[in-house]
């Protein structure tokens, strides 16, 4: 069925493992398998260095705007349609709507609503206004010291 070498199929829907493992492995593997319950299920996840999907996306953020000036610009254009973005999408779960039915209740299409959860573009106000109007909601912006050590006393807020 494959074209593994070492690879063989068994007589129920499972594949078998190759017969000669890679040095070291093999200890990986029985360790691996004497945390597993009777059901299939991990008991206990074994600590690595790195996560089993690679590293964490803030993490090579980080590493790549102190090695590059230019990622570092383009980074801080974003910075306020990205932060915008998270607050569309925080939105929009909370309310529970899929893009398609937040797109319809704002007479709008679900690729506008991608490209607003994209992170690359600001809404207007009235794109705001719109989005706020269809969960009920108002939308409120303002002006806040951004070197304000109490925020409560130093912002100016209003309800549009």
Known sequence: ????????????????????MPRGQEADVLRLLEQLNKSGKML???RS??????????GDIRRKEKADA?????RARFA???????LLIQFRMKHNLTQEQLA???GTSAPAISRLESGTHVPSLTTLSRLAEAAGERLVIG????????PKGDRTLVAV
């Open 104 to 106: 319809r209740l704002m």
């Open 44 to 46: 206990a996840m074994l």
């Open 70 to 74: 230019e990622y570092r610009k383009v």
């Open 1 to 20: 069925m494959t074209s593994s070498p070492g690879w063989a199929p068994c007589r129920g829907s499972h594949l078998e493992p190759p017969a000669a």
């Open 49 to 58: 260095r790195m996560s089993p999907v690679g590293a964490a996306v803030a």
């Open 80 to 86: 306020r349609a990205e932060a915008v973005a998270r």
């Open 143 to 150: 002006f806040e010291k951004a070197n304000a050590a109490s």
